[in-house]
């Protein structure tokens, strides 16, 4: 029932794009994204409630495909503050939010 | 807005001892979550109480772990006897009504927790 983050792991270079998939086995309602750097708390980024629904914050932004059960994080020109580990949080039916393993991106001077 | 507040920070005891966690959250946020992070893993959910009243525990091991949220506000994680497998970062989050999967959650700083 856990979400399945890819990748598990990226490096970029300041200035380069990326992208974070999340994947569901099962139906889903909602679909969080949450930043961690190390040693800190989880800090909320986005949610999306909608099949098909778009949201962006400054240069990052995420989609919610329901139909595939699926969600990606896209991270455009990134910047040195955006390195950290980034948890999907599913919710299901029943109001239980259940997050990822994580995808640890670290940007490069 | 003051964030949530979670004591200790950091904990070590030996296994079989007892320790508690402390989480005061937003204030004016309804729902209280206890998660549980071990090292290289997302947050997994203990228990979520609306206002006082727990709404799910169904993960939380209650042979050692136990909760409560006296007065609605803030909330104790106990355990009692610890396990080395129980070292991992404990997470108090807040959100601001009931269904946690439909509204954002803010977290706190978390106790680092150490069994040996």
């Known amino acids: 029932q856990q979400p399945v983050q890819s990748p598990q792991a990226v490096i970029l270079r300041e200035g380069e794009d990326a992208v974070i998939n999340c994947s569901s086995s099962k139906a889903l309602y909602s679909v969080h994204w949450y930043r961690q750097k190390h040693g800190e708390a989880p800090v909320f980024l986005m949610i999306?409630?909608?099949?098909?629904e778009q949201k962006g914050h400054e240069k990052i932004s995420a989609s919610f495909n329901e139909k595939k059960q699926q969600s990606s994080l896209y991270l455009t020109a990134s910047q040195l503050s955006y390195s950290g580990t980034y948890f999907c949080?599913?919710?299901?039916?029943?109001?239980?939010?259940?997050f990822g393993q994580g995808t640890e991106l670290s940007v490069k001077p | 807005e003051a964030g949530v507040a979670q004591s200790p920070r950091y904990k070590i005891i030996e296994k079989r001892q007892s320790v508690a966690f402390w989480c005061n959250p937003i204030?004016?946020?309804?729902?209280l979550y206890w998660y549980q992070q071990i090292l290289g893993q997302g947050p997994k959910l203990l228990i979520q109480?609306?206002?006082?009243?727990?709404?799910?525990d169904s993960q939380l091991p209650k042979d050692r772990f136990s909760a409560e949220r006296l007065k609605g506000v803030d909330s104790t994680l106990k355990i009692q006897p610890a396990k080395l497998e129980d070292s991992a970062v404990y997470l108090c989050?807040?959100?601001?009504?009931?269904?946690?999967?439909?509204?954002?959650?803010?977290f706190g700083p978390g106790t680092r927790l150490t069994v040996t």
């Open positions: 204030s004016g946020h309804a729902t």
């Open positions: 989050a807040s959100s601001l009504v009931l269904g946690g999967s439909y509204h954002e959650q803010y």
């Open positions: 949080g599913t919710g299901y039916q029943g109001g239980k939010l259940i």
């Open positions: 109480f609306q206002n006082n009243g727990v709404v799910d």
């Open positions: 999306l409630l909608k099949g098909g």
